[in-house]
């Protein structure tokens, strides 16, 4: 809670804290299981809107340590204190879960839903086994297909392990795991009920099986994705940080200490399904083009991988206390806590806590815009800002947000058709890749400038603060000043990965050549 960013972040958060204010439909798959729980955590009064739904994300990733505690208590098998401990320290004190804690994002909640079902696969037996599983794995799925996909094998084996299945059991999972998926109705019902906020416009089973299996982003699989093995490099370097590596470490000696004992059928369960799911984790995040150390999505996804490995690695901590092992024993429990406390000072770095920066860098980008202008934003960051700030906080109404990375799809060309038409600006391809060659002739338009744009720097396109202008006068010193303020300030965000990403962007185009 200390961490959480007080506003609007970068990346999705503002896209998806506005989807959830506007009860629309999310980026795909939808996401319809978080957007609830955030709509109606917007209704506690504490701080803004989106400060409100950065909270969720901590309340889930805190939760989270119910189910790591009833898991690790299972496989050592009676009621200890030092194996939940550290496991509980390893999974959720690290950078991975606390940069998830810290902003509105889907990972806290399915992390939480996936690790229930695996509590519920381990410590449960029989039908409300099964129950407690779909129930939990259809709401997982509800809020991330993919990552509830890639935890099913896993969380099947541990549930065939700890106790029987049966024919009788199949009925009690499609009932409860189909109403609890059930969620997804929220797709064409507000997509029918406003477009315009719906990606994708899912009103149609094709549109709906097209947003629900993420089509518009099958170019995150493959395309500009470095291969394997560099993704490979990426994830294990993440994974340092999630937790996964020193839990995996003490599951292997707790595996040496306890090799020659009679595993109980929770543990035979754990033993079984955590190779797999960190596995099936992997596998939904390795092929992926957007795996670089600071994409704050990796974390994400590895943070669920991480959490099923910690109770073993509890596991193994409580094996060493009760070894016969006194030589080695102090130095061993030493480093147990030193691998704790290492993870709680990397995870001081993911807070959030002074971070103005994506509503300071919108707020100053569209200072001395006149009214009606219109904005071409370029990225991701600027972008879904743009779209919190506007939607929610109805921040300058009077300016259209045109936002490449949203061209070409058709929620946005519903939301745009009216001020396009007025603004005569085509809706074009040619608008996303050469826009400035389509905004020529359009008064009072503002680009965020990348690479098909350098080019016409200083001869077509003239510097205005945080933008670059199609007309008009030259850049006053004062909006000269407010840009190298803000782009300095962003620099010095030591923990912001995104926002010196932004002011490096600005720094390469002042350097282009004039």
């Avoid at 690695?313 to 009760?322: I, M």
């Amino acid at each position: 809670m200390l961490g959480v960013a007080p506003s609007v972040d970068w990346l999705d958060t503002g896209s998806l804290a506005s989807s959830a204010w506007m009860l629309g439909v999310a980026h795909p798959p939808g996401e319809p299981g978080w957007l609830a729980p955030a709509r109606l955590a917007m209704l506690v009064p504490v701080g803004d809107l989106a400060f409100r739904v950065n909270v969720l994300s901590a309340l889930c990733v805190a939760a989270c340590a119910w189910p790591l505690v009833w898991l690790t208590r299972a496989a050592v098998g009676r009621d200890v204190a030092l194996g939940p401990a550290f496991a509980v320290g390893v999974g959720l004190l690290g950078f991975g879960a606390r940069m998830q804690a810290h902003r509105a994002e889907v990972y806290g909640l399915v992390a939480l839903l996936l690790l229930l079902a695996l509590a519920a696969s381990v410590c449960l037996a029989g039908r409300r086994a099964t129950a407690a599983l779909a129930l939990l794995l259809g709401m997982a799925a509800a809020v991330h297909p993919l990552l509830a996909a890639a935890a099913t094998p896993a969380l099947l084996i541990a549930r065939g392990i700890r106790s029987a299945w049966g024919m009788r059991d199949l009925p009690i999972a499609a009932a409860f795991g189909l109403t609890s998926f059930a969620a997804y109705g929220w797709l064409p019902v507000r997509a029918m009920a406003n477009p315009a906020r719906a990606w994708g416009v899912p009103d149609s089973p094709g549109r709906f099986v097209d947003v629900l299996l993420g089509r518009a982003f099958a170019g995150n699989f493959g395309g500009e994705a470095g291969s394997l093995l560099d993704n490979l490099g990426v994830v294990l370097g993440r994974h340092a940080l999630s937790g996964t590596l020193t839990a995996a470490g003490f599951a292997a000696v707790g595996w040496f200490v306890l090799r020659a004992t009679e595993p109980s059928d929770a543990r035979r369960a754990l033993l079984w399904a955590a190779p797999l799911w960190v596995l099936g984790n992997a596998m939904t995040i390795l092929p992926q083009n957007k795996v670089f150390g600071s994409n704050p999505d990796v974390l994400g996804y590895l943070l669920v991988g991480a959490l099923a490995v910690a109770p073993l690695g509890g596991l193994g901590v409580q094996a060493l206390r009760d070894a016969p092992l006194a030589r080695f024993k102090p130095a061993l429990l030493g480093l147990a806590a030193l691998a704790v406390g290492m993870q709680l000072f990397a995870g001081f770095s993911a807070h959030r806590t002074t971070s103005h920066a994506a509503r300071q860098f919108a707020t100053a980008q569209s200072h001395a815009l006149p009214p009606g202008a219109t904005l071409f934003t370029s990225g991701n960051n600027t972008a879904f800002v743009w779209t919190y700030l506007q939607s929610v906080e109805r921040r300058r109404p009077d300016m259209t947000s045109l936002h490449r990375v949203l061209l070409g799809h058709e929620h946005e060309r519903l939301r745009l058709q009216a001020a396009l038409r007025s603004a005569g600006i085509p809706w074009t391809p040619v608008l996303r890749a050469q826009p400035a060659k389509v905004l020529v002739t359009v008064p009072d338009v503002f680009i965020e400038v990348r690479d098909p744009e350098r080019a016409m720097l200083h001869q077509r396109l003239r510097p205005h603060g945080l933008v670059w202008a199609m007309h008009g006068p030259r850049e006053s010193p004062e909006l000269a000043a407010l840009r190298e303020r803000t782009v300095a300030a962003m620099e010095a965000s030591h923990r912001d990965d995104e926002a010196r990403a932004v002011a490096a962007l600005f720094r390469a185009n002042q350097g282009a050549p004039r």
